[in-house]
């Protein structure tokens, strides 16, 4: 006989809040709705997941992993532009996906501090980017300083999200156009090379 929790595993609930959270938004995102949505009892639920905010860390933490992945090969191979680039490449292929992580901070899916089996991977995360930033930084204006560092945040992940939002927001995939800005903006900032000495 099978148990009434072995029906549904935790790719069932996260698929669920998924779905909810890319209709309406991340706060819509309850244990009741999801449950509503799986036809599923709430003991189900409570046996994968201990609250609410664990599963939707879960769900952030994904999506977020599988964004950064090809922005950090790109930079481990030395192409700067190429991760820049990623961005729309990532929201073409993945527009729900997307719209989740770039129209949303992570404070979103949920709110003051992290459920503790989460904490290591968003720190983990958030290390893995800035390791990012701060080696662009040091390879095109030549250190680790703020004015150095706010560049590289800037060509790598600000004025990509700019260029994309828009798209985001209307739901539609971004045209050529955007990465023709955001090439544009990379090309006439990393030309900024080394602060000119002020003597």
């Known amino acids: 006989m099978v148990m009434g929790n072995a029906r549904f595993l935790p790719k069932d609930f996260l698929a669920a809040a998924r779905h909810i959270a890319v209709e309406s938004s991340p ?5 009741d709705s999801v449950v509503e949505r799986l036809k599923a009892p709430k003991g189900s639920f409570y046996h994968r997941f201990a609250s609410r905010d664990l599963l939707l860390g879960e769900l952030w933490i994904i999506t977020v992993l599988d964004y950064q992945t090809g922005f950090v090969t790109a930079i481990e191979e030395g192409d700067a532009l190429g991760a820049a680039l990623h961005m729309p490449a990532w929201v073409r292929r993945n527009l729900d996906d997307a719209r989740l992580l770039l129209l949303y901070s992570r404070h979103d899916f ?9 904490v290591k991977s968003v720190r983990e995360q958030a290390q893995r980017f800035e390791g990012c930033i701060e080696r662009v930084a040091r390879q095109i204006w030549g250190g680790a300083d703020k004015r150095s560092l706010r560049l590289a945040q800037f060509v790598l992940a600000d004025a990509p999200l700019a260029a994309v939002r828009p798209h985001l ?7 050529s156009l955007v990465d023709e800005i955001i090439r544009r903006t990379y090309h ?12």
């Open 110 to 118: 949920v709110a003051g501090k992290w459920p503790e089996p989460l």
């Open 27 to 31: 706060a819509q995102v309850t244990v």
């Open 188 to 199: 006439s900032l990393t030309g900024l090379r080394r602060k000119p000495s002020t003597r």
């Open 169 to 175: 927001q209307r739901r539609e995939s971004p045209p």
